[in-house]
């Protein structure tokens, strides 16, 4: 059994800074691309940034300049540094993993149970 487990959320003024972190926890042997999404209120499900195993990223367009996505595949955790923020970044951010690999099976696209985040202006 493996489990995406999301910190780092929390109410922040506009113009403020939060780091979220995601550990992915079990008997894991290689993780593939990780990644941040979010989902505000009556919206649907956005992807904010991604960063495969040998480090290259994605950002949304919104998110560019602002947001920083890095990884420590020795602790099978992803991070997600996020400045300058603004109210439209208010959503509850989810950590996912497109491919996870460990002694006894393969999971894909899996998602932890998400974290809040509210950006006050």
């Known amino acids: 059994q493996v489990q995406l487990v999301e910190s780092g959320g929390g109410l922040v003024q506009a113009g403020g800074s939060l780091r979220l972190s995601c550990i992915a926890s079990g008997s894991i042997f290689s993780i593939g691309t990780m990644g941040w999404y979010r989902q505000a209120p009556g919206k649907q499900r956005e992807l904010v940034a991604t960063i495969t195993s040998g480090g290259s990223t994605n950002y949304a367009d919104s998110v560019k300049g602002r947001f920083t996505v890095s990884r420590d595949n020795a602790k099978n955790t992803v991070y997600l540094q996020m400045n300058s923020l603004k109210p439209e970044d208010t959503a509850v951010y989810y950590c996912?993993?497109?491919?996870?690999?460990?002694?006894?099976?393969?999971?894909?696209?899996?998602w932890g149970r998400g974290t809040q985040v509210t950006v006050s202006s």
């Open positions: 996912n993993v497109d491919r996870l690999t460990t002694s006894r099976t393969y999971y894909y696209n899996q």
